[in-house]
């Protein structure tokens, strides 16, 4: 079967996408789960601990407060109330915290610090899959044991009002709820008053045992405006405001309550620097948790400093303070400060439970369980309570019985934190077959987790791409893929065979749930097909090659000669970013590797100007394999020997003298300027946006001009990149488009001062400030426009007449609706970003790769080159918390899911987009060959192949590392979207591929 090179290509990144998917659904483990049978029953708590005694300690422990009321404010940075803001902005909670009844701590959340995983956390106790930070777009329900479904079971009533996580996690749990999206950040306001307007009713009323309130006005701020904006401090006095009032209200009713309550103050998560999170920085893990309470005894002048406890340790806390069993798959400790002053008895029977519970769920994790240091503590701690227990029956005070509780208690103490460091390090269960097959049509790979021994190696789609290079740059660009004859082969059957007794084996004995093992049988024999076919059309392309290299062995060649500098420079950078992707430094600083290698590009196009043009004839001659665009198509020629060498190299020497001769003296000095202004650009962008780890709390431009001291030239900055913007735009774009685009752009800027960015002749003061909704929408209005007018072009252009010139402008035109919607997302201090992408973009087409010459894989891979070094030049970075999410709410009222996701990713990967899709307008403009956007589409799938194929084989080898969720696992998740992006690019390619018509 004959298929073009960017079709094949195409086939194989979907294919790609598909194994990636299922390599990161096997990759992502799931939580340590308890394995009890009796999961949603009630089980028999465990007995006090006797010596040969029986007790009559063998119920769970009478609840400690009444009322419990849990105030979770979004995004609540610890410095929010322990530094410096919250001694300005929180009075009322800093007086709790320093001489108040209340106990403080400083709660580590676990990455992915985003909002469903760490209700869970605090909920569950336990430790929520890295996967749940995609699925914290759409929660599913909660299905593991969790404390607010034992408050259900016990008969408690539960109100909940604030963010609709909690309503999908928890649907059938609370008797009153009202709750608000998360996910449009725009709104700041409504949000929480949505919250507070039910605060006066409901706590008069005695009809509630637990009260939930979520606010998330401040984690949008942060989204919005960063950390330092000025409205943090107003949302910090508004929720001291409201924490007070509740507090307040509690201390009223506990005048005639047999139990004093407890108000909880939390944040799911922090805030970084930009105002985002996600990630494992220091801002965005450390939150605050204040326990407040009149049941906390306080002596005067006691002074406490926060402690540090992890997050999932409320869960516990709350379990036994509401009289609750501790949820099955907890991994937290109690926050002793609670129970401390409690009678020892009662404080040994807390630990215990505690214990009990972590013991339990060690041991449905852990083979070797009675080895671990955790549970021999455990063990010696629960004798070392039987003997207190006997002694404080025999003689119920004095000075021996008290020491021997401190032992215990401490005892009780160091068992539970190494219990809960084994549980936490246990969170790792890793789906190893559903890896092996995902990674099996990606790369080579040897099936892991499948029996004893060794496996064969197979290979697959990056094979076929690695292969089918020669063919796919020859001038035709086609390719035989041979698909037929491997079908009905005795290799397809017996794979097909091989693979299906893997499948059954694996399937019936592993002891884990498998999601490829859960998958419909039809769906899993299509994929080993799948995997067969490709590995008989391997076999049998392997074949062909040597064959092949058999007969050019018959008559040998002279020996082949130096490649350019540029090609060794491309190849040496590709394999050289690849090789880096080993270090968690550099995948954390990647964007310092983009920087180098854009950087080193420019200074060599600089070198080949200089020589071709400087030097000339004179100049050292350079030849090798290399890329030579001719009537026929863009194909590889190779001179061979001394006298082959000289001669190419006097060709294109002289056919470049000859081009540049043939431009003006002002064409010439930008021939020879361009790879400097270039490289001078990139130099500047770095300072716009710190990115990174090491290096992204130092000052730079974008926090200097969001700072609210410099919105005017702020103003005046944005309004100029509009304007730069429509300048390098407008010029290949219909008349219609023109006036389109302009009046888009100027919907752009007044939808920034609408919402308060810039500054505007109209705006007087903020109240004239809004969301901006109708200014957005307007810019849309063109956005569309534009993108039908290209495609009605494009359409246009199969007629024979006008093909060139309508097929030329309407692909223009796609590419400036795609900048007219990059201008509407981008926040106004990235506008810079987008006018210096499309300078460079002018410079480089102009000025260095039509006069130079350059094939299609060089231009290619430059485009990819560039198109990766603007994704870090916008601010972003491999951590999550650098993702834009308040792009995808731009001129929606609320939050629509697939609308909002897809302005997400294209406000994340503009900068690979725009650049993908002005190869597609530069190849089809300015090369003559027929085959050009095929090359192109093939050489982008594989520069885009090679590091997912790599990175998963890294992973896969580091899935123990340390720092496999807080950097290795974000840029996963990161190649897995660029991987989409890059499938969704193919396909754009091989549509644009096959449209194109004949030059005359």
Sequence with gaps: MRLGAGTFAACCVAIEVLGVAIFLRGFFPAPVRSSSTTEHRAESPAPEPSAGASSNWTKLPPPLFGKVVIMLIDALRDDFVFGSKGVKFMPYVTYLVERGASHSFVAEAKPPTVTMPRIKALMTGSIPGFVDVIRNLNSPVLLEDNVLRQAKAAGKRVIFYG???????????????????????????????????????????????????HY??????????????????????EMDGVLMKIHMALLSKEKEALLPSLLVLCGDHGMSETGSHGASSTEEVNTALVLISSAFERKPGDRRHPKRVQQTDLAATLAIGLGLPIPRNNVGRLLFPVVEGKPVREQLRFLHLNTVQLSKLLQGNVPLYEKDPGFEQFKMSERLHGNWIKRYLEENSSEVLLNLGSKVLRQYLDALQTLSLSLSRQVVQYDMYSMAVGATLVLEVRLMGVGNGTKPLLFKVLALLLLSIPKALSPAAELDVPLSSPLFSLLFYLTILVLSAIHVVVCTSTESTCYFCSMPWLAAGGAMLLMSALL?????????????????????????????????????????????????????????????????????????????HFLGSDGDPQCGLREEPGPEGAMLTMQDGAEGCAA?????????????????????????????????CCRLLRALNQTGVQGAHRPDLGHWLTSSDHKAALSVLAALSLLAVFLLVQRRCSPMSKVALALGLLGVYCYRAAIGNVMSPWQRGNSDISK???????????????????????????????????????????????????????RPHNLPVLVSSLLVQTLMAKFVWKPLNHGVAEVTVMHYWF????????????????????????????????????????????GPVLWASHLVNYLSSESSSHSALRHACFCYALICSIPVSAYIILVTSLRYHLFIWSVFSPKLLYEGMRLFVTAAICVFFTAMDQTRLTKP
Aim: glycine share 6%; net charge negative.
């Design 163 to 213: 963010d609709e996580t909690w309503v999908k996690l928890f649907p059938k749990h609370f008797v009153e709820y009202d709750g608000t999206t998360s996910f449009f950040v725009s709104d700041y306001t409504e949000v929480d008053n949505n919250v507070t307007r039910h605060l006066e009713k409901v706590l008069k009323r005695e009809d509630w045992d637990l009260l939930i309130l």
């Design 216 to 237: 998330l006005g401040l984690d949008h701020i942060g989204h919005l405006s960063g950390p330092n904006s000025p409205l943090i401090g107003q949302k910090l006095s």
């Design 536 to 612: 008989c059309a391997i076999v049998s392309a392997l074949t062909k090659t040597v064959v092949s290299a058999k007969r050019v062995g018959k008559n040998p060649a002279p020996p082949s000669v130096r490649w350019s500098e540029l090609d060794l420079l491309i190849l040496l950078g590709t394999m050289g970013h690849i090789l880096s992707l080993g270090a968690s430094s550099f995948i954390e600083e990647e964007h310092q590797t983009w920087y180098f290698l854009v950087s080193t590009l420019c200074l060599a196009l600089c070198q080949e100007v200089c020589r071709n």
């Design 772 to 826: 901006g909704i109708v200014e957005a929408r307007f810019v849309y209005v063109f956005v569309f426009g534009i993108l039908f007018t290209g495609t009605k072009d494009l359409l246009r252009s199969q007629v024979a007449a006008i093909a060139i010139k309508a097929r030329t402008v309407g692909l223009w035109e796609i590419y400036s609706g795609l900048v007219l919607l990059a201008a509407l997302l981008l």
């Design 867 to 910: 198109g990766q070094a603007f994704f870090y030049f916008q601010g972003n970075s491999n951590n999550i918390a650098t993702v834009d999410v308040s792009a995808g709410f731009v001129g929606l009222e609320r939050y629509v899911e697939v609308p909002a996701v897809f302005l997400t990713a294209f406000a994340t990967y503009v």
């Design 648 to 680: 190419l190299e006097e060709d294109r020497t002289r056919a470049a003298a000859s081009a540049f001769e043939r431009l003006g003296s002002m064409e010439q000095r930008m021939v020879l300027a361009s790879p400097w202004a270039v490289l001078c």
